[in-house]
């Protein structure tokens, strides 16, 4: 069975930055295309950021581009989403998902197998 479990949530000012890590057991991590997603208060769910299986090729919304930087370590089978420069409205619940059908990753929740419970982000004006 696919764990996914997310750490490193909290309450940050604005300006300031947090570190998400979603860990993966229960499958090959290196066969995984990897994402972050979010939902905010009263919002669908949206894409945050993508990584392919190898880490080489990362694709990011509009939105945080420039400010969020996603990542992988394949031996701690772990993925990360380093976030600065934060804002109030990146406030959200964020889930990390895996898919195990992409290779290069995807921005799509249809193509991701697997999905974290979510943690808490907060940022205070």
């Known amino acids: 069975q696919v764990q996914l479990v997310e750490s490193g949530g909290g309450l940050v000012q604005a300006g300031g930055s947090l570190r998400l890590s979603c860990a993966v057991s229960?499958?090959?991590?290196?066969?995984?295309?990897m994402g972050w997603f979010r939902q905010a208060p009263g919002k669908e769910r949206e894409f945050v950021a993508t990584i392919s299986r190898t880490g080489l090729t990362t694709f990011y919304t509009d939105s945080v581009k420039g400010r969020f930087t996603i990542s992988r370590d394949n031996a701690k089978k772990t993925v990360y989403l380093q976030m600065n420069s934060l804002k109030p409205e990146d406030t959200a619940i964020y889930s990390c998902?895996?898919?195990?059908?992409?290779?290069?990753?995807?921005?799509?929740?249809?193509?991701?197998?697997?999905w974290g419970q979510g943690t808490q982000v907060t940022v205070s004006s």
């Open positions: 229960g499958r090959t991590f290196s066969n995984l295309a």
């Open positions: 998902a895996a898919s195990a059908r992409s290779i290069g990753g995807s921005d799509s929740e249809s193509q991701y197998d697997y």
